[in-house]
């Protein structure tokens, strides 16, 4: 799949563009502050409904303006796409073929996007969260259903770490309440679970080969998911279901004294290994570059295996981050493949041979 054009209005420092990009290879050159990741974030934001840089939807709109439009047009399977995603102060809308979608779980997946910024240098060194965020997304965008459940979920967990700090105030005593909370959290909790168990199976088969690839075979690379339930990864969802009724029965005072939910996919990670050590705790940092590039990698693959296409692929910032070899390599892997967006401020940035063949725009303050 590839985006055929894009139009911004009021979006951040774009009043109004419209560009028209090549299937195969976009370099977007401009000095700093000119607007290079804004135009990157936008085709995210078509992608995913919001942006990986805030969770505030109105900083995307231009300063002083009262909303802000993002259109564009995705060639998939033969058919030009058109999507939009539009913010006011009153929230936002998604529309697919020209049609509001009211869940977003109708209108996430329309287009893949893999986007590598120097952020994602932090997924195997940051928090927790940085890699909860990194799978949810990823799953989101090829199991739709999936970001319905997590919804749900966050929604549930809200209310429910809301009463257990009552009942820890005594403030309340109603534990049916609790009961009934944590049976629809165990729902939702259990459907998450399962499909990240089998993600990350498929993420790890497509992951190792490329970084095996990468090191020219001297590391190994294994993904454990840290569980906050004792379970199997190989567990029916039954069975997961099980699990977290005991552990949830077990602890519940413990969690009414610490005033939150203690279990779920909210309390989860991912431990990265590289030849059986742990790649946070004593990788160099080339080690864990070279893993956060191998699952970007690998997630391409992922995709264009789950959704029949390749996704677009997003490189802001980051050439200049990698060395020569792991640069050859990613430019490599996607040759002639994968409609890929690349920001630098300087073209000597970018190999060569890259640079003859692409789409070349230059960023001049949002015009
Ligand atoms: P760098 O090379 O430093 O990464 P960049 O070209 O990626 O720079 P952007 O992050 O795209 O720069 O930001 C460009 C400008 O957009 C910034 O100067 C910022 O102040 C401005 N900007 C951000 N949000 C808004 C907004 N809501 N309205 C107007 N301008 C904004
Ligand atoms: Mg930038």
Redesign the pocket.
């Known amino acids: 799949m590839y985006i055929e054009h894009i139009t911004l209005t009021h979006y951040?420092?774009y009043p109004s563009l419209t560009l028209e990009f090549d299937p195969k290879v976009n370099v977007i050159i401009?000095?700093?502050?000119?607007?290079?990741?804004?135009?990157m974030?936008a085709i995210y934001v078509l992608a995913f409904t919001k942006s990986y840089r805030t969770s505030k939807d109105k900083?995307?709109?231009?300063?002083d303006e009262s909303y802000a439009k993002i259109e564009g047009t995705v060639f998939k399977r033969n058919y030009h796409i058109p999507m939009e995603m539009q913010f006011q102060s009153k929230g936002k809308t998604a529309k697919l073929n020209h049609l509001e979608q009211k869940r977003l779980s109708h209108y996430i997946g329309a287009l893949n996007v893999v986007m590598f910024a120097p952020e994602d240098l932090n997924l195997v060194k940051g928090s927790p969260q940085v890699r909860r965020r990194f799978i949810d997304m990823e799953i989101g965008q090829v199991k739709p259903v999936y970001i319905y459940h997590l919804g749900q979920y966050q929604k549930i967990l809200k209310q429910r770490n809301h009463l257990l700090k009552d009942l820890q105030r005594r403030k309340t005593t109603d534990i049916t309440m609790l009961e009934v909370l944590t049976d629809q959290l165990i729902t939702h909790a259990s459907e998450i679970l399962i499909r990240r168990f089998l993600f990350l199976d498929l993420l790890l088969k497509w992951a190792r080969p490329i970084h095996q690839g990468i090191t020219q075979n001297k590391e190994t690379l294994t993904i454990d998911y840290d569980t906050s339930i004792e379970v199997e990864k190989t567990a029916p969802i039954e069975t997961i279901k099980q699990i977290y009724q005991e552990t949830f029965k077990h602890n519940q005072q413990k969690e009414i004294d610490r005033g939150t939910t203690l279990y779920g996919p909210h309390r989860d990670d991912l431990i990265f290994y590289v030849n059986g050590r742990n790649v946070q705790t004593f990788g160099s940092q080339g080690q864990q570059r070279t893993t956060a590039l191998s699952l970007k990698l690998a997630e391409i693959e992922l995709i264009k295996n789950e959704v029949g296409e390749y996704p677009v692929l997003l490189l802001?910032?980051v050439l200049s981050e990698l060395d020569r070899h792991r640069q050859s390599h990613l430019l490599n892997t996607i040759k002639d493949k994968v409609q890929t967006f690349v920001?630098t401020?300087s073209v000597n940035d970018i190999e060569h041979q890259t640079i003859q063949t692409a789409t070349i725009f230059h960023?001049d303050n949002?015009q």
């Open positions: 951040r420092n401009g000095e700093n502050a000119q607007g290079k990741t804004n135009l974030e900083e995307l709109v231009m300063w802001d910032d920001t401020t960023v949002g």
